[in-house]
């Protein structure tokens, strides 16, 4: 916990390293004004993008598409802990039936290529809603639609009766860190991911 006094050093001297930095955010949707960045919700799908929800396109072949944009953005998160599991297994944690909706799974296409997503998550407090991924393959990044699948997902989040939407960010995920904040997030407590690496005697 980085509000802790003197907590990494404490576990640095026992042979811990520090393998993420993750901060929690948070947005206040009581003055939102989501009609002011509508203009750039449109620029994108003028360019050719497509935004629909996996209950639009509803099945394996669409959440196998979306498994490999995981697969292949988580790559680059610095917030990233290890490999994705199996498909099976990632789709039964991902879109899990007790907190995950399709509705509230947002993909971007161009064509039937799936190059964007963000999800929202149902959390335990009443009007609190949790972003859980957001990707953006890499030949799409610096066009807006990580952008824009944020605000369609924060509008229907609105829509729900959310009055605060949270998510998390690695501190070192740069562009994720500046798209929360000039959306309006507010950055809060965070926590390190420690790991400790282990010779083979387990010592």
């Not at 916990?1 to 001297?13: C, G, T």
């Not at 919700?41 to 209950?55: H, M």
């Not at 960010?169 to 959306?183: F, H, T, V, Y």
């Amino acid at each position: 916990m980085d509000w802790i006094d003197d907590s990494l050093p404490f576990v640095q001297k026992r042979g811990f390293t520090l393998d993420a930095h993750v901060f929690e955010l948070e947005l206040s949707l009581k003055n939102f004004e989501h009609e002011k960045y509508q203009k750039s919700i449109e620029r994108v799908k003028k360019s050719g993008i497509q935004f629909l929800t996996l209950a639009d396109l509803p099945g394996e072949v669409t959440e196998r598409k979306l498994y490999d944009l995981y697969v292949e953005t988580s790559k680059d998160n610095p917030g990233q802990f290890g490999n994705l599991p199996p498909f099976e297994q990632w789709r039964g944690e991902t879109i899990r039936k007790d907190t995950a909706r399709k509705e509230w799974v947002f993909i971007a296409l161009e064509g039937e290529r799936v190059v964007g997503v963000t999800q929202l998550l149902q959390t335990d407090t009443d009007g609190v809603i949790y972003t859980d991924y957001t990707g953006v393959h890499k030949e799409y990044r610096g066009r807006g639609i990580a952008r824009a699948l944020k605000l369609l997902s924060i509008h229907v989040a609105m829509i729900e009766g959310a009055h605060t939407m949270t998510t998390d960010s690695e501190k070192d995920n740069a562009p994720m860190q500046d798209l929360n904040r000039s959306l309006g997030y507010v950055p809060g407590k965070g926590h390190y991911r420690i790991v400790k690496s282990y010779n083979k005697l387990g010592i």
